[in-house]
């Protein structure tokens, strides 16, 4: 398994954590009075526009969300977005710097 797997994996522990809506409530800051949502699409086509974003890793939630990861092609920016099955899609987290890291297999657990 790939790191981007296991970061993957865990931002949907993270977001199961949060709970059913968790991860769409407002973010409570008062630099982010209100979360930022629209149609996925929207956010999909803005992103790509504004930073050339693309998906890198993607997975389900439990309650059917979609959780996606995108990166420009040089990992200098990344966003964090969470869609719900009505096609909304939130803002989770955003920042500089993504990389893909490979799990080298032959290391051992990952978890010891």
Known sequence: MTRLAWTAAAVL???F????????AQAQGP????QQCDERTKVLGHLA???QEAPVAIGVTSSGG????????????????VSNPDGVSCLLAAG???RAI????TAGDPRV
């Open 17 to 24: 954590a949060l709970g059913p809506s968790g991860a769409m």
């Open 49 to 51: 526009n504004k930073y």
């Open 66 to 81: 979609l959780v996606e990861v995108l990166s420009t092609g040089d990992g200098n920016t990344w966003t964090i977005i």
């Open 102 to 105: 490979r799990f080298d297999n």
């Open 96 to 98: 500089e710097g993504w």
């Open 13 to 15: 522990a993270a977001t």
């Open 31 to 34: 630099a982010q009075a209100r």
